[in-house]
């Protein structure tokens, strides 16, 4: 009998695979990165506890072309200053990807925000333009023009915070109390410029970034870099605080009530 591929992998296959995931080259990306000064109110508003507002009310957007084998991958983010535990880093309210692939580890794995979107960076000479779209909305845009080289920063390592949880199944809370997930990347750079230009918030009831308005721009770059990333669950969190805020990681909280109609198996 041909081999059943939905049957059971062996031992060895699953080790190969944890082998080859784990000698993965370095995979260098192309992105812009706008950083600006928000409304203090509107970024502390955002943050489910136990997360805190940092010193400032910082909002930084990544726009990104990842140079992955085989295919081209779009990734992006918005995400707001935070701190948890004394550490200081950055919770990720919605993270565009261009392909399905990309989005299965980092929700199922981290308990990331993503979602299948269109991420755009062109460049053509020294002018730039940078874009998040989803559902035909382009609700982050950066537009402007290279103005010179910048020093290349030291290796660092960056700190990202998730909420890993599972919608119980029958629509009351959660199946489980939900995890906070601290996801330390370690950055490296290759290229670095500055870009003088603007940053363009549009209204949208998908992605509304725009509740989040450029007070203050601090700095806009596009470069070249590559990370690695590790998690680790470092608490439980109340279900009941974070309940109020998981309508942020789905465009209708209602879909997550959306089973198939009964016999329809």
């Given at each position: 009998m041909a081999r059943v591929r939905y049957g059971p992998r062996t031992e060895a296959e699953i080790a190969?695979?944890?082998?080859?995931?784990?000698?993965?080259p370095d995979i260098w990306s192309t992105g812009v990165?706008?950083?600006?000064?928000?409304?203090?109110?509107?970024?502390?508003?955002v943050l489910p506890p136990p997360l805190k507002p940092t010193s400032r009310p910082l909002v930084r957007a990544n726009i990104s072309k990842v140079d992955l084998p085989g295919y081209p991958l779009g990734a992006g983010s918005v995400a707001v200053a935070a701190e948890h535990g004394g550490i200081e880093g950055w919770y990720p309210l919605v993270m565009p990807m261009t392909h399905e692939r990309a989005l299965i580890g980092g929700r199922e794995v981290f308990g990331e925000p993503k979602k299948l979107g269109e991420v755009s960076v062109e460049r053509d000479g020294l002018v730039v333009r940078a874009s998040l779209a989803r559902h035909g909305i382009a609700f982050v845009e950066v537009r402007g023009a290279v103005g010179g080289a910048l020093p290349l920063p030291e290796p660092a390592e960056k700190v990202d915070f998730y909420f890993k949880f599972l919608p119980a199944v029958d629509g009351h809370g959660f199946d489980a109390d939900p995890v906070l997930v601290h996801c330390t990347r370690n950055e490296k750079m290759r290229k670095l410029e500055r870009i003088t230009g603007d940053v363009v918030l549009r209204e949208s009831m998908y992605d509304p970034i725009a509740d989040l308005p450029v007070r203050r721009l601090v700095g806009i770059t596009i470069g070249e870099k590559t990370t690695?990333?590790?998690?680790?669950?470092?608490?439980?969190?109340?279900?009941?605080?974070?309940?109020?805020?998981?309508?942020?990681?789905?465009?209708?909280p209602q879909q997550i009530l959306d089973g198939p109609p009964e016999g329809s198996f």
């Open positions: 190969a695979a944890r082998t080859a995931s784990s000698k993965l990165v706008a950083l600006w000064e928000s409304d203090p109110d509107a970024v502390a508003a690695d990333q590790r998690g680790r669950v470092v608490e439980r969190v109340s279900a009941q605080a974070l309940l109020p805020y998981i309508h942020q990681r789905y465009d209708d």
